[in-house]
């Protein structure tokens, strides 16, 4: 949470001109009474307001303080409705209180587009044998893209879209990548692990989570580079309908040659010259209801295009999402290669 648009009521108007000056293009102060709870928000233009009345130096910060401010509703089923709504009338920050009226985290439209109401699972467990020797006795998600490894990247993209709860799926030297993110916390996260003691799948150890906040969960490959955007998967999965979404990409296959298009008794019905073909590939990211974790077989291998299987079998509704943006797998040497000449020049 960003402490330094919180302020106590009972500061001099001399340390609040400070603290706003430090904040700078988020000049916005919110004003909490002594237990803590919101009283209000203040501004650089609410002080000057106050200064043209007749207040000066000598008054309670509470005397200049708008008494309204707009906020969201921490577990807010709504609240990805509400944020757009606050950032299309160029709204720059706004508080996340509990049902105690206290602040207990903080949205910046420059930091933070949302809040994607998901819990995440990244899959991390995998020996990452085709790109040796630099597996040997690193794990492949923290192989180093840019300035930061692999799985941050994708981390830290989640925290964007206000992914709070992100649990790590793990197992070849597991206990790097624990020591390197910890409990999440100094990311403003929550991070927990998924201790796999053999392999299960790319969706079988998502059982051994107790517990997910959300009724909808985003699973995904941790040696992905991608700038998707995860507001618009989420709220395309849900206009849908369906039960689970899988992200795709692309992948174009261009004919250098006329194509004859025949019937079954090889007569010629049309003519293509040089025609190009797009297919779509499983591009390594779902997400699904909760509900559907009860068609996973407890304690067994279990991918995720198996899930997808059943969902198909059992008639219910899958969605495909077109990845628009940039997508790389991380999975051979010229992968590896080729995300650190990219990363040059994404916006992740």
């Known amino acids: ?91 720059k920050v706004i508080p996340i209180l509990n049902n105690e009226n206290e602040i207990v985290d903080i949205v910046n439209f420059r930091i933070q587009s949302t809040i994607v109401p998901v819990d995440v699972v990244l899959m991390a467990g995998g020996e990452g044998k085709r790109l040796r020797p630099l597996t040997l006795n690193t794990p492949k998600p923290l192989l180093v893209v ?22 790590l799926s793990v ?29 299960m799948g790319t969706v079988g150890s998502v059982l051994l989570v107790d517990h997910f906040e959300h009724d909808d969960i985003i699973i995904m490959n941790s040696d992905l580079l991608t700038n998707i955007d995860y507001e618009d998967f989420y709220r395309s999965y849900k206009l849908s309908g369906s039960d689970m979404a899988v992200a795709a990409t692309s992948y174009n296959v261009d004919v250098p040659y006329a194509v004859l298009e025949v019937n079954e008794f090889n007569e010629v019905k049309s003519l293509k010259e040089k025609p190009r073909y797009t297919y779509y590939s499983n591009a390594g990211i779902y997400i699904l209801k909760k509900s559907l974790l009860d068609l996973i077989p407890k304690d067994t291998f279990f991918d995720i295009t198996d899930l997808m299987e059943v969902v198909l079998e059992r008639n219910m509704k899958l969605f495909t999402y077109p990845i628009t943006g940039y997508w790389l797998d991380i999975g051979r040497p010229e992968d590896f290669k080729k995300a650190q000449e990219d990363i040059r020049h994404l916006d992740l």
Do not use: W
């Open 1 to 91: 949470m960003q402490k330094l648009h919180i302020i106590d009521c009972d500061t001099s108007i001399n340390l609040a001109l400070n603290q706003l000056n430090m904040l700078s293009i988020d000049a916005i102060l919110f004003v909490i009474d002594k237990n803590n709870k919101l009283i209000g928000s203040l501004t650089d233009g609410d002080l000057r307001r106050g200064f043209i009345k007749g207040l000066d130096f000598s008054n309670k910060l509470t005397d200049f303080v708008q008494p309204n401010p707009v906020y969201i509703r921490l577990g807010d089923k709504n609240a990805i409705d509400i944020l757009d709504t606050y950032r299309k009338k160029n709204y």
């Open 171 to 199: 197992n070849f030297l597991r206990n790097q990548i624990i020591e390197y993110f910890k409990d999440g916390s100094h990311k403003g996260l929550n991070i927990k692990y998924v201790k796999e003691d053999k392999p």
């Open 146 to 167: 840019g300035d930061k490894p692999i799985i941050e990247h994708n981390i830290d993209r989640l925290s964007k879209f206000g992914i709070k709860n992100i649990y």
